[in-house]
């Protein structure tokens, strides 16, 4: 690990929390979530202790991808014992819902419930945690940037144009809010069919490594588009948990080690 940007006042870090690695996005479906989580797994797999914050708070989808279910218990002083799953210390926001039950918040209540699961959780003693950003740009981002030193950025697109015009404005604020950004991710980079082995690039291809160079930030990798992360995020069995050893878990690693 690199050590982060220097930090401008008033941004303080989470107690317990060595590093704090963010994973965005410029829209939302375009895997940010489930690379999230495929990274914490990868790091955790390195030693490091990983936890993961939801922050997508107008679709938490965590939980669903690591099969954590209920809610967090909560001690007589008011602070949250995280779940755990795989070895991760988890909280979403996610967890605090009924199923199928929207935030219906406003931007103060939203950041709010954020920093109330970042900072008044157990972390117990972090090297990493890995927060999963809302989607593109917005109250969210501001105030977790304006408030608590997040080490690095990493920017997740599929390959074609339209994703990658929306991970250049995210990219655009994380420099106007001197956040260090960490490098994009290809997902869905390219399909293989398991019967015929034929390579489709359904989004095109290799769009967000000419997007990096362009921005000149680091292209940290690619993920195919394949059955089984689909099935893996559905039935909350990541492949880096589940299949260690398989072709996917070693492009997670793989991006995990560049960070
Ligand atoms: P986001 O967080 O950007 O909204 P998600 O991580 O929730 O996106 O992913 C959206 C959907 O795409 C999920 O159903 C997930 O299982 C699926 N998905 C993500 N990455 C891949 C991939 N590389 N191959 C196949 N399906 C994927």
Redesign the pocket.
Known sequence: FGHGAPQPQGKTRVKGVKRIIAVG?G???????????NIALSLAAEGLKVGVLDA?LY?P?VPK?LGIEGRPAIRDDGIFTPHEAFGLKVMSIGSMLVPGQAVVWRGPMATSGLRQLLRETDWGGLDVLVI?LP?GTGDIHIALFQQTVVDGVVI?STPQDLALIDAQKAIDMLRRMSVPVLGLVE???FFIAPDTGHRYDIFGTGGAERAAARLEIPFLGA????????????AGTPPVASAPDGH?ATAYRAIARNL
């Open positions: 996005s829209k939302g479906g375009v895997g940010k979530s489930t690379t999230a989580v997508d679709g989808s991808l999963d989607p997740v997902n869905m980079s993920i195919p588009l394949v059955m089984s992360i689909r099935e893996g995020s559905d996917e």
